[in-house]
């Protein structure tokens, strides 16, 4: 790793040193991207150069010169310059996207006839080229769109490109390696300028080079270890931010009927700050999301066999939708309908299996069926039992979406889910079990199958989709809860506290900050709930340092009026306030007078 490690710190040097004179020349000519009031992709609050593009290029560039890499072709050459100055002329006039897409496409499919990647003699060379282009200028678009928080782009791709890099160079591709090390280096050498507080911005002139040059990389690396369409699925998610950030907005902004190059606030970005999430969490959040793509991808492309693979890539995806689900944002339930509703069944049942759950339960369900297969028989299939299982797969999978519709599974807010909603699902699990058992017992008549197995993925799949649906509840705790600067503590540790601090935690507008819970009961005392403690009320008068609050919140009406009445003598004694939780339901007047 002695090389592709020289080639990052070479990369990172010269884009550092690159950066300044960048930014000057920005100002120079007056490349400048200047604050814009109410608009989704310009938050930032001060007028900032672009043009940061240009040293991360002069990086990359200048090292694969140095180092003599031969995977500097002039097609590579070439398109990486093209996408620099298309660029730089996108940020200082605006070009129409057509245009764009038009170089774009022009650069992909040069790199890809001329490099060797696709060639005439090859079996379906047509649809190759048709799909590495395609995939190449979605990934340059993708990198592009995502560039809208200050060192989310060069970041995220300094993890994929490093991770590439240690994948390419125990894989076998020294030379791939080098370029990928340097790729990631120069968005290093970029990174403290664009960070925090920037003081220049990549610019589409950074973001279409970075796209463009990573994706040729790619391609060039996958027809290199042997072109196949598994090869290039699993390569794809080393760029797992910019391709998932662009892929979630395109399909929220179709499913809500908007223009797919909208600036809508469907981006990953902007739906973490719906959901309160500050710069720092965010950038964290998805640096996260391309490391652990990156590290699905490097399993994925060095696994020992398909099935390992497979299931990686099954995992991969399978997180990838759960936090899709959570930054989907509550729309979503406004073109839902219930079947309580009356709605049309057709229009219901189109507009239920539109959702992000049947995609998750559709690779959980073969997910269960193929590792219950793999344990039966120890990873080694009979051919027979193989053709069995992938000729009953889809009947499988029909019998178990029928089920979860008819129990009700789909029209479920799982955010908030229950005891019962869980209690459901099993049931749908265990109806769709036997329906599928019924199913295959009268089309094949069971035969070549292993009954066994119908029993394990039943198990199997109740745990994943439980687990997939309750960690959408789990993941309402990651968003920030209310921290507001009076600090108060919860009279009665049942369920009417409980009811009383979720609603603090999630409504900053009370700006209460939850210390504690006091209770009578002496088995609670000593305790915790939700994770705060429970003090005996008997102590409560003596209460000080951390626990101190400077109101009482009584949750219970279970207090007599004697106790009430020594709960208001503390209040009087140590200056605090106390205040009663009290849920009424009110009439309201229907009268056409008060309108």
Known sequence: MTLPLQSGLLGAAISFAATPVARSLARAIGLIDHPVANHQGKTHAKATPLLGGLAVAVG????????????LSPALLSGGIAMVLLGA?????????????????????????????????MPYAVVWLLVLV????????SVNLMDN?????????????????VTAWYGGHPDFAIAYAALAGACLGFLPFNIRNASIFLGDAGTLFLGFTLSALVVANVRAAGLTFWRLAAFTPFLAM???DATFATLRRISFGRPIFLADGSNVTFRFRARKFGKTRILSFEYAIAAAGAAGAAVMVMAPSIAVGVLTAVLVIGLGVALGAYLWG??????RQTRSAGGNFSRNLITQFLSL??????????LSYGVAYGLRYNWAWPMDMREGFLGALPIIVVCHYASFYYVGIYSRLWEYASVRDLIQLAQAVFFGGMLSIFATASLYRLSGFSRSVFFVAALLLLCLTGAARLSRRALLHLAPASSGSERAMIFGAGRAGDLLFREILHNP?????VVGFIDDDPSKCARRFHGLPVIDGGSLATLNGQLAPSQILVSTEKLTSERLSGLKAVARQRGWRLRAMKIELTPVDLSLENE
């Open 60 to 71: 990359f560039l200048a090292t694969v010169v140095l180092l003599g890499s031969p995977l």
């Open 357 to 366: 759950d049947t995609f998750v339960d559709f690779l959980l369900i073969v």
């Open 242 to 244: 910019p391709i998932y």
């Open 89 to 121: 002329a996108d940020d200082r006039w605006g070009l129409d996207y057509r245009l764009r897409l038009g170089v774009q496409s022009l650069a992909a499919l040069g790199f890809v006839s001329t490099t060797g990647v696709v060639t005439p003699e």
């Open 149 to 165: 928080l200050d060192g989310t782009t060069s970041g995220s791709l300094a993890i994929g490109g490093s991770v590439l890099a």
């Open 134 to 141: 395609g995939w190449m200028v979605w990934t340059t678009n």
């Open 330 to 335: 509550e729309e979503r339930v406004d073109w």
């Open 509 to 513: 507008n009370l700006c209460l900050r």
